[in-house]
């Protein structure tokens, strides 16, 4: 169970993948999905999802070149775990 929340707890992170996964590849479209986190948060938290590989980091060749973030084969595993938990918590608004 521990290692379950290590993997995927945190609120930022949770919203950082959320956002990758919706497409925001670029680190200020992922910042304005991600409810505004700061550049520098946003950086430490892209590194553990990184390490675990549930993130990859790329680089785009466009006019100007910049890197891209997206979804593993192991990030896009863990959607169902994500909309079920989701799912879950919604019992929990108000309470």
């Known amino acids: 169970m521990t ?3 290590a993997v995927l707890g945190g609120k930022r992170k ?3 993948v959320h956002a990758v996964q919706h497409g ?3 680190l200020r479209r992922i910042q304005k999905a991600a409810a505004e986190i700061h550049p520098g948060t946003l950086c430490d ?3 553990p ?3 675990l590989r549930i993130v990859g980091r790329h680089v785009i060749y466009a006019t100007p070149r910049y ?4 979804l593993t ?3 896009l595993a863990r959607l169902p775990t994500a909309a079920q938990t989701t799912d879950w918590s919604e019992g929990f608004s108000g309470v």
């Open 3 to 5: 290692a379950a929340v």
């Open 14 to 16: 949770s919203l950082i």
């Open 24 to 26: 925001h590849e670029r």
């Open 45 to 47: 938290r892209l590194s």
């Open 49 to 51: 999802p990184e390490r």
């Open 67 to 70: 890197t891209g973030y997206r």
């Open 73 to 75: 084969e192991r990030g």
